[in-house]
């Protein structure tokens, strides 16, 4: 689809604003140590590289990422991977949480965390202010969203997503009119009354393409537009919260309205939802696609060298860069950057996530320690192991007759998926 004409100078009257995310506690143990937004995606990608890189492929260049819990990685990450020339305005920023002579409080939510810094966001003549999350994975040009956002006159405009009555309880559901403008937010509605009224009627259906008997809702996607003085004034007050509170109180005094998208979008916010995603990459046709040359998605670039295959068997697998695979069968997995798997491994339906250095580069280690990497004949299905994971030989994992939910000494279940966490030692012949 073609970028639509929007005013002069509008991508660089716009800020973009990446939320960085909580505690990410939906997605322990994989935030154990890192923020939501630094999660590996994709076998060489961060969760945070998807809202910047459709930033950067819509035109927006200014960018502020917002931070707080675990912040190392998604710091590094960031400085290593988004650079800018000398003679650009262009940049992406951290502003980590800090004590200030206004507030000594941590961020108390979305609202909060803007409102903490909107002193940096007034600096330079903004007129229009991109909220984004840093924790969901979809292809979106924004420009789209600001084209409807200035030729309706909105004062706020939120990005929603067609959804089914079944996954509306997990949703806050907006309702809109004819025009698109919201009348109406309720936070996850599991009443079926309630539901029957916030259907899309037949006129937004027309707009987007479905039937007229198609029954769909309108899932807020935590995605807004902000005009510079709306924003101000939304904040001067203590609302701590975009979706629930701040958004709500809006519809009732402002001209709120709804860009309804209709793409693939994933809310990456629980262990299955990331599991799923991730596992969707090795399709014949993801839904989600990272060949895609026109709107790429940028990351840290790392320079490794071309993996090598040592006569494996693959089927629908993704081989990230820097690996070394040898006379194993992987099938329907994605494999991580500087990943190590040894002869007579079998690796199903998981995701491996490689390693932050080679084993030539790690640090010292307790003798006996099994190296970086799967080890020979392991048979590993349903899982996720992180990063610098070593599994030694004979290491059975799979979340075959346990509970759904576990927690043990080296390793998780949670969603009915095994998950080794980073830096976890198993030992040869364990059955998980």
């Not at 937004?204 to 807004?224: K, P, T, W």
């Not at 902000?226 to 005094?253: M, S, W, Y």
């Not at 339906?349 to 099994?370: C, H, K, L, Q, W």
């Amino acid at each position: 689809m073609l970028a639509p004409a929007l005013p002069p100078g509008t991508t660089q009257q716009t800020l973009s604003i990446v939320m960085g995310g909580g505690a990410g506690t939906r997605l322990f143990p994989l935030t154990k140590d890192r923020a939501k937004p630094a999660v590996p995606l994709g076998g060489k990608y961060r969760l945070v590289d998807i809202p910047i890189s459709n930033c950067l492929n819509s035109g927006l260049r200014s960018i502020y990422v917002l931070t707080q819990f675990n912040t190392m990685s998604l710091h590094r990450h960031i400085q290593a991977s988004y650079k800018f020339d000398n003679f650009s305005r262009s940049f992406v920023e951290i502003l980590a949480a800090q004590q200030t002579p206004e507030s000594a409080d941590w961020y108390q939510g979305t609202a909060d965390a803007v409102r903490q810094n909107m002193r940096y966001f007034l600096e330079r003549p903004y007129k229009y202010f991109l909220v984004l999350s840093g924790d969901q994975l979809y292809r979106m040009d924004f420009r789209l969203l600001l084209d409807q956002h200035i030729r309706s006159g909105a004062d706020i405009t939120l990005a929603t997503k067609p959804v089914q009555r079944e996954q509306a309880s997990d949703f806050g559901i907006m309702c809109s009119n004819a025009d698109r403008r919201i009348t109406r937010f309720v936070e996850k509605p599991k009443d079926a009354a309630v539901l029957d009224e916030l259907k899309l009627g037949p006129e937004l259906l027309s707009s987007i393409g479905s039937g007229a008997g198609e029954e769909l809702f309108q899932a807020s996607m935590g995605i807004y537009v902000f005009n510079r003085d709306v924003l101000v004034e939304c904040l001067d007050n203590d609302l701590v919260d975009f979706g629930k509170h701040v958004i709500p109180q809006a519809i009732t005094d402002r001209n709120v309205n709804a860009y309804i998208f209709n793409g693939y979008w994933e809310d990456i916010g629980t262990i299955r939802a990331f599991y799923e995603s991730n596992l969707d990459l090795t399709a014949l046709l993801p839904h989600y696609s990272f060949f895609d040359a026109e709107t790429p998605i940028y990351t840290h670039p790392r320079f490794l060298p071309g993996s090598k295959i040592n006569g494996a068997t693959l089927r629908q697998a993704i081989i990230s860069d820097g690996c070394i695979i040898s006379d194993a069968h992987i099938e329907r997995s994605v494999v991580g950057i500087r990943s190590i798997i040894n002869s007579g491994a079998t690796i199903r339906n998981s995701i491996i996530m490689g390693a932050d250095y080679f084993e030539s580069d790690a640090p010292r280690v307790p003798a006996g320690t099994p190296p970086i990497g799967i080890g020979r004949n392991c048979a590993i299905d349903r899982a996720i192991i992180d990063k610098n994971a070593r599994i030694a030989e004979g290491v059975v994992i799979t979340p075959e007759g346990k509970p759904a939910n576990l927690d043990a000494d080296n390793y998780f279940i949670r969603d009915g998926i095994v998950v080794i966490p980073k830096n976890a030692v198993i030992p040869a012949g364990f059955w998980i």
